[in-house]
C-alpha cells in the first residue's frame, strides 16, 4: 500500500490533445498514453478548443470562455486531486503565454512545482517581446515560479533568456515521441523527488 502510494504520485498534465493534429496535441496525447501512467496517477486538462470555428485562436467570448473555465478546472483539480506536479506545454500565442503564465502562478499558489515545457525553438521570445507589457510583467512573474524548463536541443536553451536561469532547463534533442515520453518520465520523478539534477539526454 504505501509502496504504491508513493509510485502513484499525481501528476496533472495541462495541454490539448487532438484534434487538430500537430506536434503539441500528438505529444500531449502521446504522454498520456505512455510509461507515465504507470510511474504517476495522471490527470489531465484539455486547453483546446475542439469546435471547428474560425475564431479558434482569437480573442472573442469563446476563447475568453474558455480560458476562464481552465483557470478554475486547474485550481479545482489541484484541490481536489492534490498532484504534486504540474506539465504545461508553452502556447506559441500571446493570448495562450498569458493564459498558461496564469496556469503557473496558481499552481505556484497552491504549492504545487511546475514544468514547463517549449516545443519548437526560439519562437517563444520573439511572441513575449511582442506582448504588451501588462502581458511580459505576469508573464515574468510566472516564470520566477517554474521550477524546469524543457526545450527541444542546447542550441534552445536562449529562449527564455532573461526569464527563467539557465540551471532550471533540460535541453533535450528532438526524437521519437515514446522516447521522449520516457525520459520526461524520469525527469519529472526526479523534480518530485527534489533530487540531483538530470543531464541532457539524446536518442
Not at 542550441?155 to 540551471?167: C, K, M, R
Not at 520516457?182 to 518530485?192: G, K, Q, S, Y
Amino acid at each position: 500500500m504505501n509502496g504504491d502510494t508513493a509510485v502513484r504520485t499525481g501528476l496533472l498534465i495541462v495541454g490539448p490533445i487532438p484534434p487538430p493534429y500537430n506536434g503539441m496535441t500528438v505529444f500531449v496525447e502521446t504522454l498520456l498514453h505512455s510509461g507515465l501512467k504507470v510511474r504517476f496517477r495522471l490527470l489531465h486538462i484539455d486547453t483546446i478548443d475542439h469546435r471547428r470555428s474560425p475564431n479558434m485562436g482569437r480573442l472573442n467570448l469563446s476563447t475568453l470562455f474558455l480560458a476562464l473555465r481552465n483557470i478554475v478546472r486547474v485550481c479545482r483539480t489541484i484541490l481536489g486531486e492534490s498532484p504534486a506536479l504540474v506539465y504545461l506545454p508553452i502556447s506559441p500565442t500571446v493570448l495562450g503565454l498569458l493564459r498558461d503564465s496564469v496556469f503557473i502562478l496558481e499552481s505556484k499558489i497552491l504549492r504545487r512545482k511546475v514544468v514547463i515545457h517549449l516545443h519548437g525553438g526560439r519562437y517563444i521570445h520573439t511572441v513575449y517581446t511582442q506582448a504588451p507589457s501588462i502581458v511580459r510583467a505576469i508573464v515574468r512573474l510566472a516564470c520566477q515560479s517554474v521550477e524546469r524548463a524543457i526545450v527541444l536541443q542546447d542550441s534552445f536553451l536562449d529562449a527564455f533568456d532573461g526569464l527563467i536561469p539557465s540551471a532550471r532547463f533540460w535541453a533535450t534533442v528532438t526524437g521519437f515521441a515514446h522516447s521522449a515520453a520516457w525520459i520526461i518520465t524520469v525527469w519529472l520523478a526526479a523534480t518530485i523527488s527534489s533530487g540531483p539534477s538530470v543531464p541532457s539526454v539524446a536518442w
